[in-house]
């Protein structure tokens, strides 16, 4: 009977060696382990045994059952650990491919300029504010002591949507806005870019464009003054376009400010030295500035014998050309993606 045992045992450990999957190995573990296993029967036929060999006999099919299943689970381990690394070898990323790039958009120069003067302005402690662009008449022009009839509404030929509204012709509208809102008490100190629109349409201007507008009102006491003006707009220009930048005030004319200037930067190409860019004035006109006007205080709810300050006015599309040499403004509105594409590098300075 031991023989026989032992001949099971070495067949079955056989039979587990070539087994060439997990199918075959549980056929040979039912063969020899299971109920009508060969080892089962054997364990039946105790019984014709003498007393004394059947406790020999009983520990031989024991020790050979546990080794037959371990080495079924050693198999079993074998087959899967093999299936997983079959698995991961078919499933694995190669990282060193090259992704499909996302294309981005860039952020627009016009907006880059934006973010700038914002930040300078709000480090300076001013508030960002903002305006509609489909405004009235009252809020663009009349309360800017322009009314109606006035001849230097000629300067901006405007798109009216009726009688009463139309597209801003400049963020100096924000300035009636903002006084109106602060109620005729409060100190301001306010900086607004946005868009604006005027009827025309030619290389150096084009229907729609971007201004940004600053305006300051404090207490008489506090003696705003056209020095400040010029200090803010000395430090508004170096920073923007350049620290050797140079101002010079003009007399001009606005409605809404007395005294008015025309505020010209030092060519930034020439150094003031006279070239192309500044047609050989060493001079490029950026601003509109002045005194508000005290009929405008009035109109907006602040007593002029109270309060006074500074108001002034750029075009963004100018200092963006300014600022990064561009030569024709009509690039900034033509989405060409090869423009735009460059100032994407202007992110990582
Ligand atoms: N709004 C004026 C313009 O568009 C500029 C300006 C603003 C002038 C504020 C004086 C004060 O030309």
Redesign the pocket.
Known sequence: MQEQINKIKEIALQEIKEAKDLKILNDVKVKYLGKKGELTQVLRGMGELSPEERPIVGGLVNEVRDEIENKIEEKEEEFKSNEMKEKLEKETIDISLPGTKVKRGSKHPVNRVIEEIEDLFVSMGYDVVEGPELETDEYCFERLNLPKGHPARD??DSFYITSEYLLR????AV?ARTMLEKGGKEPIRMICAGK?YRREDDATHSHQFG?V??LVIDKKDKNVSLADLKGTLEVFVRKLIGKNCNLRFRPSY?P??EP?YEVDVSCFKCEGKGCSLCKQTGWIEV????IVHPNVLEMNGYDPKEYGGF????GLDRLAMFKYGIPDMRYLYANDIRFLKQFDRKDEE
């Open positions: 300067m901006q012709t400049q963020t100096s300035q604006t201004q507008e600053g606005f809404f400010t008015s601003l509109g500035a002045g108001a002034f006015g750029t």
